[in-house]
């Protein structure tokens, strides 16, 4: 199994940018395919983007398209989720998590499919 733990959240004006990292132990994490959710207070837990485990896919939620950017490093076992022009209709916790996969090109959006999840970091975006 893999264990993830995110990082890189915290307090940043509209318009400003934050970078998460999804750092990963355990089983080989270039096996796994990634995603990001993120979960808003009263709201459910949301798909934010993914990328598969050898980096050339990646998907994006409507919402965050162009906006954000998912990357992985498989020789750091990192994810990355870059953030820019922040809004604060994007302030949620947002959750890494992986899945083990056999094909190097799925992706996968639904929070379900994923079996290891990160404690989630806070990302608040002030107006």
């Known amino acids: 199994q893999v264990h993830v733990v995110e990082s890189g959240g915290g307090l940043v004006q509209a318009g400003g940018s934050l970078r998460l990292s999804c750092a990963a132990s355990g089983r080989t994490f270039s096996t796994y395919a990634m995603g990001w959710f993120r979960q808003a207070p009263g709201k459910e837990r949301e798909f934010v983007a993914a990328i598969s485990w050898s980096g050339g896919n990646t998907y994006y939620a409507d919402s965050v398209k162009g906006q954000f950017t998912i990357s992985r490093d498989n020789a750091r076992n990192t994810g990355y989720l870059q953030m820019n022009s922040l809004k604060p209709e994007d302030t949620a916790v947002y959750y890494c998590?992986?899945?083990?996969?056999?094909?190097?090109?799925?992706?996968?959006?639904?929070?379900?499919?994923?079996?290891?999840w990160g404690q989630g970091t806070q990302v608040t975006v002030s107006s």
């Open positions: 998590a992986a899945k083990f996969t056999a094909v190097p090109g799925a992706i996968f959006t639904a929070p379900d499919e994923y079996r290891y």
